[in-house]
């Protein structure tokens, strides 16, 4: 694979990412110009979240398909019309339209990026290029508000959408210059009721979830929707245990790599997807802190993050991944709870420093499952690997909002004190016991897990007593 290739595939997904968060900040300004109220413009943050939910479950079919750069492309090229049409669109219907649209392109370059990056990188290579790959899924959910506010407060919030428009050409452009082409096997005709009913299942608990956790609609409208994904998802399962050729394989998880990763990444996600939302919150509600100063500490978690990729390669190879991953969760508890203990007179540079440590470690243990959950793999599994892997990425992201939410509803219930600054504190605790559990599935993994793809040795005594 040419060396570029892994920053050109986190450029796009970078775009995607800090987009699905940008928005957030600029809700107000919008929403005065299409002369409606922020909570009901919260539906366009909604339905770009159903788009991912449904097409998602389909990416792995059309990279077989259609092939794996054409597709990712395509999907920038759709991103980019999504954009455009949002930062013309003069009404609600129409600009939540065009974030469906946006999402639809965003559904597509997460799974086939991460594709394109496991079937045309060496082993040898992966950890080094997967730590870039996966880099904006950490920063981008930090960078996306604050770039969104000082956009939309000295320019125009249709900038927030047309600076894609650049980064799409060049996207576009690169991609077709450096990416392989990857041939794969014709694929089996679609599951259309697999599709049909996994995209039910995912959108709608992910516009449930949304929707309880940002209330755009009322609560009950989200209870619905979110029983009815889960009613779809059973039923899917069902339908993919009997179906040779399922949309998402879900027998992937016979796979004990695998299994495990996306169980522990999918409770560390739900944890981690809380932290955009409480700690700027906290900053703003608790500490008085602007959106621009409470922006600016946010923002050092993702350069921690940044210095990732300059190590990982090597602390993979001398300790092994299950070693590095129960280490990276339980330095990420620790940072977690530590968030509980911030004060208004907290220093500013102690907050800064410790959430750079948490950026750092954080990206390790992403970086991690992402390599180890498909280091044992096939090269033809991997488009169904990184399909099913993505949708369950997509409902736990929303899981992580809302389970934020439900800490700070339940601790105001219980102490009658409304959305104090305790609730917060009570939440990080939360986040932190989240984050160690995710080390459980890692821990059971022997210790050589992976040293195919890490470089790293372990003795014979070492890998039957699970220690490295």
């Not at 998402?248 to 932290?275: D, H, K, Q, W």
């Amino acid at each position: 694979m040419h060396r570029y290739a892994p920053l050109i595939l986190a450029i796009a997904l970078f775009m995607e990412q800090m987009d699905s968060t940008v928005i957030a900040t600029s809700l107000p300004a919008i929403a005065a110009d299409l002369d409606v109220g922020p909570i009901t413009l919260k539906l366009a943050m909604t339905s770009y979240l159903v788009a991912l939910g449904i097409f998602i479950p389909l990416s792995g079919w059309a990279a077989d398909r259609f092939g794996a750069k054409r597709v990712f492309i395509c999907a920038i090229v759709v991103f980019m019309a999504g954009s455009l049409f949002c930062a013309i669109a003069d009404s609600v219907p129409t600009f939540v339209l065009a974030r469906f649209l946006q999402g639809m392109g965003g559904s597509m370059t997460v799974p086939v990026g991460r594709a394109i990056l496991l079937r045309s990188t060496q082993k040898s290579e992966l950890v080094s290029a997967m730590a870039m790959f996966t880099i904006p899924g950490v920063i981008g959910p930090l960078v996306g508000p604050p770039v969104g506010g000082f956009i939309t407060t000295y320019f125009r919030w249709e900038w927030i959408f047309l600076i894609n428009l650049p980064i799409g050409v060049a996207g576009i452009v690169l991609s077709a210059i450096f990416l392989p082409h990857i041939e794969s096997d014709p694929p089996p005709p679609v599951d259309a009721w697999g599709f049909v009913l996994s995209g039910i299942g995912a959108a709608g608990l992910v516009f449930g979830l949304s929707v309880i956790s940002l209330p755009a609609l009322p609560p009950q409208i989200g209870a619905v929707a979110a029983a009815t994904g889960a009613i779809a998802l059973t039923l899917f399962i069902r339908h993919a245990r009997r179906h040779p050729h399922p949309v998402l394989e879900l027998r992937l998880f016979g796979i004990e790599t695998f299994r495990s990763c996306v169980t522990s990444g999918t409770v560390f996600r739900i944890a981690m997807g809380a932290i955009p939302f409480l700690l700027p919150l906290m900053l703003q509600l608790g500490f008085g802190l602007t959106a621009f100063q409470s922006g600016t500490i946010t923002f050092i978690a993702a350069a921690g993050a940044l210095f990732t990729k300059a190590v990982a390669r090597h602390v993979f190879a001398r300790f092994g991944f299950r070693r590095t991953l129960l280490a990276a969760a339980s330095l990420s508890a620790a940072g977690s709870a530590a968030n509980a203990f911030f004060y208004p007179e907290t220093p500013h540079i102690v907050m800064i420093a410790i959430l750079f440590m948490t950026g750092f470690v954080r990206s390790f243990f992403f970086t991690g499952i992402n390599v180890l959950g498909f280091a044992d793999i096939e090269r033809h599994q991997t488009g169904q690997a990184t399909a099913l892997n993505a949708t369950i990425q997509q409902i736990t992201g929303a899981l992580g909002v809302a389970f934020a939410g439900i800490v700070l509803e339940l601790h105001a219930l219980v102490t009658g004190q409304g959305l104090a600054l305790a609730g917060f504190h009570m939440a990080f605790i939360c986040v932190a016991v989240l984050n160690l559990l995710a080390a459980i599935p890692i821990w059971r993994l022997p210790a050589g897990a992976g040293s195919a793809v890490s470089g790293h040795r372990v003795t014979a005594m070492q890998d039957l007593s699970g220690k490295a």
